[in-house]
């Protein structure tokens, strides 16, 4: 008798299960906060992956997470590993290649055009080169990388997933980038390989970096890129940002690199092939030498003013420590600026393209 009656008592939970998951299924799905995707995947991927140096085993298991992230989201979307080397100094001076194996991955939406917006973030974590440079910690097994770079993937991965089932003119390639903290080994490698054609009909590329240290947001174009497009993408980041509410600027330069133009990272590689840019970054240009390296100001938390490549800082216990609520914010406002930009730039249709073309 007991067993019968726990048998009975088993089935009616079964089926009020059954019911509950029904009636949940049946309300809509309500769209996630902006910038929550964004701020779920960097500290996964921070989580999950530290020491994803440029051909380390966590940079492979990386490079797949993401791209099953973008299959699940509907993206045609694979992984492109190439061969590579980089310079490591000995204690003693001495110097010799280490080779190794980069990989990206690569996820893109077809518009109706043939011209395309690239949405790129490098994945990799610091690798040190030099002996001296493992001595002070830099880089490592041990990096989480939540500033430079997850920070810079999950917004790239909510952009693609907002943007998923809106048809657009131009297409879209979101690209996470291997071996940038070793010279852009990767950029260098992707650009390379565009065609002739490919490199004519990119827009723009939009490059997303350490979003979370630094004390502002800024957007800078390349020095080759036309002022028309630069009003487009940079100076129209910056109205949208200001309609928000959200501190940001634009660079104020330094000798090298005039006013409003980005200083460093993989955006570099395409401007200098003419490729028009637009680099989103978290910095402090008021501060150092006006080159963009100085993040924030001196403190006791962050006594160098910086925590690119440095484990000890850039990890999420230390930056939700001592810059509470600053993950969700900066993830909300880089979302809140670039997905009303790429709309425009990639021309979204505000109705479908059949019922455009039935007009």
């Keep these: 008798m007991l067993s019968r009656y726990c048998l009975r008592v088993g089935l009616l939970i079964a089926a009020l299960g059954s019911v509950v998951s029904v009636s949940v299924a049946a309300k809509p799905v309500k769209e996630a906060p902006m910038g929550q995707f964004a701020a779920n995947q960097i500290r996964h991927i921070a989580t999950y992956f530290p020491g994803r140096m440029a051909g380390s085993p966590a940079e492979l298991l990386a490079a797949e997470y993401l791209k099953q992230q973008f299959i699940e989201m509907g993206y045609p979307a694979d992984t492109r590993t190439f061969d590579a080397r980089y310079l490591y100094t000995n204690?003693?001076?001495?110097?010799?290649?280490?080779?190794?194996?980069?990989?990206?991955?690569?996820?893109?939406?077809?518009?109706?055009?043939?011209?395309?917006?690239?949405?790129?973030?490098?994945?990799d974590?610091?690798?040190?080169?030099?002996?001296?440079?493992?001595?002070?910690?830099?880089?490592?097994?041990?990096?989480?990388?939540?500033?430079?770079?997850?920070?810079?993937?999950?917004?790239?991965?909510?952009?693609?997933?907002?943007?998923?089932?809106?048809p657009t003119t131009y297409s879209l390639r979101f690209v996470a980038i291997g071996g940038e903290e070793l010279k852009s080994?990767?950029?260098?490698?992707?650009?390379?390989?565009?065609?002739?054609?490919?490199?004519?009909?990119?827009?723009?590329?939009?490059?997303?970096?350490?979003?979370?240290?630094?004390?502002?947001?800024?957007?800078?174009?390349?020095?080759?890129?036309?002022?028309?497009?630069?009003k487009q993408s940079r100076d129209r980041a910056l109205s949208i940002a200001h309609r928000y509410g959200i501190d940001a600027?634009?660079?104020?330069?330094?000798?090298?690199?005039?006013?409003?133009?980005?200083?460093?990272?993989?955006?570099?590689?395409?401007?200098?092939?003419?490729?028009?840019?637009?680099?989103?970054e978290a910095t402090?240009?008021?501060?150092?030498?006006?080159?963009?390296?100085?993040?924030?100001?001196?403190?006791?938390?962050?006594?160098?003013?910086?925590?690119?490549?440095?484990?000890?800082?850039d990890n999420l216990q230390y930056l939700e420590t001592h810059l509470p609520g600053r993950l969700e914010k900066r993830s909300h406002d880089t979302v809140q600026v670039l997905l009303p930009l790429i709309k425009e730039l990639a021309q979204a249709y505000t109705e479908t393209p059949l019922e455009k073309k039935n007009k």
Excluded at 98 to 116: L, W
Excluded at 138 to 161: F, H, I, P, Y
Excluded at 193 to 203: A, K, L, P, W
Excluded at 260 to 280: L, R
Aim: aromatic share 8%; hydrophobic share 35%.
């Design 91 to 123: 204690k003693d001076t001495s110097e010799n290649w280490r080779k190794i194996s980069v990989t990206s991955v690569i996820a893109s939406k077809n518009g109706d055009d043939p011209k395309q917006i690239i949405i790129m973030a490098h994945f």
């Design 125 to 166: 974590t610091y690798t040190p080169t030099s002996d001296n440079e493992v001595d002070n910690n830099l880089g490592g097994l041990t990096l989480q990388g939540v500033d430079d770079n997850a920070s810079g993937v999950g917004v790239m991965l909510e952009l693609a997933q907002r943007m998923k089932s809106i």
């Design 249 to 280: 600027a634009i660079n104020p330069g330094s000798a090298e690199y005039p006013k409003g133009t980005g200083c460093c990272s993989d955006q570099k590689v395409f401007d200098e092939a003419k490729i028009p840019v637009m680099a989103v």
């Design 185 to 230: 080994l990767g950029a260098k490698n992707y650009l390379n390989r565009m065609t002739q054609e490919e490199r004519d009909n990119t827009v723009l590329l939009i490059n997303l970096d350490s979003l979370i240290t630094g004390d502002r947001l800024y957007f800078h174009s390349g020095r080759n890129t036309a002022p028309e497009i630069a």
């Design 284 to 313: 402090n240009w008021s501060l150092g030498e006006k080159d963009g390296y100085q993040q924030r100001a001196v403190s006791p938390n962050f006594p160098q003013g910086v925590t690119w490549h440095r484990p000890q800082y």
